[in-house]
């Protein structure tokens, strides 16, 4: 089992920078990929960036390339999602989740362990 908490979340103008924190508990952290994903109203949850076990490989979503930055320390057992130039239309609840493999894949169907979602909210 694994435990994930995510914080970082609230309300900010466009243009505007935050970080988002996902801790983990319950498994030895190096051994999986994490995925952070959103889910905005009415639309359905997708991939917002994802990193492997080590860190050597990320993927983004192509709505958050050159402005969101995925990073992991696994010491801590903890993955970051660096957000940076918002719009508001990264309005969403943002989730991270764990994978239970190391290599990054896109399916959210494949990651297996949730946390309960931040929310992000980008005035104009």
């Known amino acids: 089992q694994v435990q994930l908490v995510e914080s970082g979340g609230g309300l900010v103008q466009a243009g505007a920078s935050l970080r988002l924190s996902c801790a983990a508990s319950?498994?030895?952290?190096?051994?999986?990929?994490m995925g952070w994903f959103r889910q905005a109203p009415g639309k359905e949850r997708d991939v917002v960036a994802a990193?492997?076990?080590?860190?050597?490989?990320?993927y983004y979503a192509d709505s958050v390339k050159g402005r969101f930055t995925i990073s992991r320390d696994n010491a801590k057992n903890t993955v970051y999602l660096q957000m940076s130039s918002l719009k508001p239309e990264d309005t969403a609840v943002y989730y991270c989740a764990a994978d239970t493999v190391p290599v990054i894949r896109f399916n959210l169907d494949e990651y297996v362990y949730w946390g309960q979602g931040t929310q992000v909210t980008v005035s104009s």
């Open positions: 990193i492997s076990w080590s860190g050597g490989s990320t």
């Open positions: 319950g498994r030895t952290f190096s051994d999986y990929a």
